[in-house]
């Protein structure tokens, strides 16, 4: 999410974790839900992320591909963020996602040869949240769908990687 400002990424907040998207049952009503989230505190979506459940698969897939055109549509620099599951370890974090944007031919690999030093600093955040096991904490629609006390929103760990970054 980004805060909406003439359709230019000015700032990002943290994200939001749907359910297995795969369940259209529950995933209608999320987004729904987030987008009236959204609109009630001046946000957009501004991108999706994904990392699928097979390990070794760490390739775009129609879902992301179509969310992605979605997400597009109603903001015009969105973005799909890949992540490489491989590349989430522990141990170390370097560039564990590949970034996407909309190009006319489609979804096509953003080049990131020149990282920034923020680009660092949120890897190295990553990885002491990883350490320190806060990914525990997550929890998406489908927990919140189960018992409606578990927050989709992850406030405290929204908190924590606020505090990382």
Known sequence: MARSQSHSLAHSVPSVTLVCLYN???SVPSVTLVETYCKGKNLVIAGYYQANEN??????NH????????VQENFQDACLLMVDN????????????KIYTLRESGWKDSDRKNLSEDSI?????????LKSGSQR??????????DVKNDW???????LI????
């Open 63 to 70: 879902v992301a591909r179509t969310i992605g055109r979605k």
């Open 121 to 129: 600093s949120k890897e190295e955040c990553l990885y002491a949240l």
């Open 24 to 26: 259209l049952f529950q």
């Open 153 to 159: 929103r992850n406030l405290e760990l929204n908190d």
């Open 86 to 97: 491989r590349k989430v370890k522990v141990e170390s974090v370097s560039q564990p996602y």
């Open 137 to 146: 904490q997550l929890c998406d629609f489908d927990n919140h769908f189960d």
């Open 162 to 165: 606020s505090r990382c970054t």
């Open 55 to 60: 390990y070794s698969d760490n390739e775009l």
